[in-house]
């Protein structure tokens, strides 16, 4: 299967900035792929994900060096703040999620039935006539998503998507993403929330100071899941299981 | 009441080019007409605009608000302090030609401004957006556009909440000029830096969901123009050319 | 410091947000206000520093009545940490912005160097606070509440987008406060928070308080956390898995009842 994106000893730098944001990150994105990045603040995850997805530096700015291939035809992203990337434009949802279709120029039949498939991908189908400013936070995230599906990205990447939103929206939130990765997607994600994280997760790598300093299967990467950290403070030796499922398993009788 | 209001005005279905170019030709037109009578024929004029867009009452009252002070300084500068001859009024004797310079610049502004208002709050950024797309123009004109008419309300949100927040890191409103001057920069600083910050990833949103390509876009539901519509908007020009015209030619008789 | 609400009620127009809320926090207190969106949790922190004045019923801190005072004179009291505080920041380093608060407040030496040390912020004191990513910047406003020294903390969803060095850092500082006697209510979605930081647990549903228990006690009620869209915290899930007695709730009582277990070395 060929790689959607390819970074090989890639660093970055923003503009004017003294130290760069990414320091030698090799990485490889496969359709089908949850892929979490985690790491403290800082440490180049939300700059991983830019310069991963082509935004960085064509966007942003700054200089990138090394080797990246990105080999996918379209890149969506999402940020953690759902008010922020509306238009402000669009009196409604559907208008809302319309958006990047009509950006290509597709015909309007066309445009419009991307737009509802995306809708439905999110569950969001019956807030299509609604104005997006009366939603609640996690609904209009799912619109959000659903708009940057509306193109049909190959890779989507996401930053911290739940941050705003309570619990309940939140794991809606994340119970989308398995079957997005399913139909062909590949999703990166970045999120301090590692225990949301840990449930989608098919693959995890972890960031400190622009490097990534592990990458490999979640059970072993996600050391920092709440339950992981119990489990090491309680004495468990390393690989730290993630959840409680897995600690029960590493109790010896 | 500053920005745009929902509604079923006549200029609310009017495309939102009459709606502007109505405002538009009351800007021109107040600066062509040079007398008392003239000027104020044109608030006539201004008015029956606010009143046609169903925003009366909300605009007139924010104009007043906002012209308040420039019709003080008028009536200062060139009533109070004109030359002669004087008319009395009451208790006080005004210069008659400076009355009639403070009645043409105060009527001037007050027909700009009710204009102005009016405006934006009969025309809908997203009609507007349409409209231009359905013209072919490039998204980024249009949104540009767009996003003027939309910047003053979520400004006012967003003062509105960090003037909560700097009250209460213990923050004082009010007291000495030199005081209020000093509270600026805790109220103003943070405005501009989260607008500049919420900028940035809405430029990189929208940038992900296509709007700054090179495909002309497609208008989902364009506002309806009329032939009607277009005459008027030809018959504003003409008026406006010939108001300067009559202007020029009154100067140099 | 103690806070009293009696019978307070607030309206936004003809929606009634708060109707009838009786509630006492004692001095040294620390309350974690649950309960769904739309709930009247973050109207009723409003409340609390004169932001916003009730409709009905009274409102005391200490002994200031809240309804005469202004926000910036409760701001010698109550230390309050918006949920998008990182907006409210503006000065040219994070060290001069913690340092905002204190001196509106005329205190001659705030311990703004002990708070950014506490927090793991004094490696960027230098900064411009938007030079630092958003979650950062949160924590640099809670340094800058601390630093104004305030009886009683009102904080709303302080650890959401919080990695989990800067969550342990916060929740610390928090626990800190309380053991000096310092009155904390925090509206908080995030129970592993809860956990480590709350004794107490109040929930509010359409402007009223439904639930007012202990926080070991609803953090082990699966009906009542279902009934608030809540999973439970990790603290409670590995108690529950393990079958630890004595029904642990803080990180450090799980991990001690969790001493004497032997572990299997590789996982099965």
Request: hydrophobic fraction near 50%; proline fraction near 7%.
């Amino acid at each position: 299967m060929t790689a959607l994106v390819t970074l090989e000893r890639a660093s970055f730098s923003y503009p004017g900035a003294a130290r760069p944001a990414l320091a030698e990150v090799s990485l490889e994105l496969a359709p089908g792929e949850v892929v979490v990045v985690t790491g403290p603040a800082g440490a180049g995850t939300s700059t991983l994900l830019l310069v991963a997805s082509g935004f960085a530096p064509r966007v942003v700015g700054g200089t990138l060096t090394g080797t990246r291939r990105i080999a996918a035809r379209r890149c969506g992203l999402v940020f953690a703040r759902p008010w922020t990337q509306l238009t402000g434009l669009c009196s409604t949802v559907r208008d809302e999620v319309a958006f990047g279709p009509a950006s290509l120029g597709l015909p309007r039949e066309a445009v419009l039935a991307a737009a509802a498939r995306a809708l439905d991908l999110l569950h969001v189908g019956q807030l299509a006539d609604r104005e997006p400013t009366e939603l609640s936070g996690g609904e209009l995230q799912r619109v959000v998503v659903a708009a940057a599906l509306a193109l049909a990205p190959e890779v989507l990447a996401l930053d911290d998507p739940a941050a705003e939103l309570d619990p309940e929206a939140a794991d809606a939130l994340y119970a989308a993403l398995p079957p997005l990765a399913a139909s062909g997607t590949a999703v990166l994600l970045a999120t301090p929330d590692l225990q949301r994280a840990a449930r989608v997760a098919t693959r995890a790598v972890e960031m400190a100071d622009g490097r990534v300093v592990a990458s490999g299967a979640p059970a072993e990467v996600l050391s920092g899941t709440e339950v992981a950290r119990l489990a090491r403070a309680a004495g468990c030796p390393p690989p730290y299981p993630i959840d409680a499922a897995a600690l029960v398993r590493r109790v010896a009788p | 009441m500053i920005g745009f209001v929902l509604g079923r005005s006549p200029l609310h279905r009017a495309h939102p080019y009459t709606t502007l170019a109505t405002a538009a030709a009351l800007l021109l037109g107040a600066f062509a007409l040079t007398r008392p009578l003239e000027v104020w024929l044109l608030v006539a004029a201004a008015v029956a605009y606010a009143a046609v867009g169903g925003v009366l009452r909300a605009s007139a009252r924010t104009a007043l608000l906002l012209s308040l002070p420039i019709w003080v300084l008028l009536f200062v500068l060139h009533g109070l302090l004109g030359a002669e001859p004087r008319v009395v009024l009451g208790p006080v004797a005004l210069s008659a030609p400076g009355l009639a310079r403070a009645l043409v610049l105060g009527g001037r502004v007050t027909a700009i401004v009710l204009g102005f208002l009016t405006a934006l709050a009969a025309t809908s950024p997203h009609r507007l957006v349409e409209a231009m797309t359905a013209d072919g123009a490039p998204f980024g004109r249009a949104f540009l556009l767009a996003s003027t008419l939309t910047v003053l309300p979520r400004m006012r949100e967003r003062a509105a909440q960090i003037l909560e927040a700097q009250q209460c890191r213990g923050l004082r409103l009010g007291g000495s000029p030199f005081a209020r001057l000093r509270a600026l920069g805790p109220l103003a600083l943070p405005l501009v830096l989260g607008a500049l910050a919420e900028v940035d990833e809405q430029v990189l949103a929208l940038d992900a969901r296509g709007a700054g390509g090179a495909a002309r876009r497609t208008a989902l539901d364009p506002p309806r123009d009329s032939a009607a519509q277009r005459a008027w908007r030809w018959a504003l020009l003409l008026l406006v050319a010939a108001a300067y015209a009559w202007k020029f030619w009154r100067l140099g008789a | 410091m103690d806070v009293r609400l009696a019978g307070v009620r607030y309206s936004y127009g003809s929606a009634e947000a708060v109707r009838g809320v009786d509630l006492v926090l004692e001095a040294g207190e620390q309350v974690a206000l649950l309960g769904p969106n739309g709930a009247g949790k973050t109207t009723l922190t409003r409340l609390l520093v004169a932001l916003r004045r009730p409709s009905a019923g009274r409102v005391t801190v200490g002994d200031w009545e809240v309804a005469r005072r202004r926000p910036d004179e409760m701001a010698r009291r109550v230390g309050y940490v918006f949920q998008h505080a990182d907006q409210q920041l503006f000065a040219r380093s994070i060290e001069e912005d913690v340092a905002f608060g204190p001196r509106c407040l005329g205190r001659r030496k705030p311990p703004v160097g002990e708070v950014l040390e506490e927090l793991g912020l004094a490696p960027l004191a230098g900064l411009h606070p938007y030079d630092v990513p958003a979650p950062t910047r949160k924590l640099v406003a809670l340094a800058g509440v601390l630093a104004m020294e305030p009886r009683v903390l009102v904080l709303d969803e302080p650890t959401a987008g919080l990695d989990h060095v800067q969550r342990d850092a916060a929740i610390a500082a928090l626990r800190r406060r309380g053991g000096d006697g310092v009155t904390i209510l925090a509206v908080s979605h995030d129970l592993g928070f809860v956990a480590d930081a709350a004794d107490r647990t109040v929930v509010m549903r359409d402007g009223r308080i439904v639930e007012d228990r202990p926080a070991r006690e609803l953090l082990y009620d699966r009906e009542a956390l279902r009934r608030l869209g809540l999973r439970p915290p990790a603290t409670v899930e590995v108690g529950e898995a393990l079958g630890l007695p004595g029904r642990p709730v803080r990180s450090v009582e799980v991990v001690e009842a969790m001493r004497g277990i032997r572990w299997r070395q590789a996982p099965v």
